[in-house]
Nanobody
Framework: QVQLVESGGGLVQPGESLRLSCVVSVSGFSRYGMAWYRQAPGNPRELDAGISSQNTTYYPHSVEGRFTISRDNAKNTVYLQMDSLKPEDTAVYSC??????????WGQGTQVTVSS
């Protein structure tokens, strides 16, 4: 069973940065596309950033230029560097497979709160 352990969230002010980490316990991690998802209260979960097994990255317009996804295959870890954070970025952030039709069980996520 794949386990996903996210960390790095916190309370920050607008304009500040955070770096999230997600350790993925899966064999052959390097073969998987990975993604970060966010879920704000009352909203559906949405994809925030994706990285393929070939390190091709994808970002929705709302975060492009502010968020950077990366991976370290030697550590089975995917990262999300979040800069210029806005209050509307407040959400629980979780990582999972980039293949939305074959997601693993979700981890606990990590709370990001952006507030002055």
């Amino acid at each position: 069973q794949v386990q996903l352990v996210e960390s790095g969230g916190g309370l920050v002010q607008p304009g500040e940065s955070l770096r999230l980490s997600c350790v993925v316990s899966v064999s052959g991690f390097s073969r998987y596309g990975m993604a970060w998802y966010r879920q704000a209260p009352g909203n559906p979960r949405e994809l925030d950033a994706g990285i393929s097994s070939q390190n091709t990255t994808y970002y929705p317009h709302s975060v492009e230029g502010r968020f950077t996804i990366s991976r370290d295959n030697a550590k089975n870890t995917v990262y999300l560097q979040m800069d210029s954070l806005k209050p509307e970025d407040t959400a629980v952030y979780s990582c999972n497979s980039l293949r939305t039709n074959s997601l693993w069980s979700w981890g606990q996520g990590t709370q990001v709160t952006v507030s002055s």
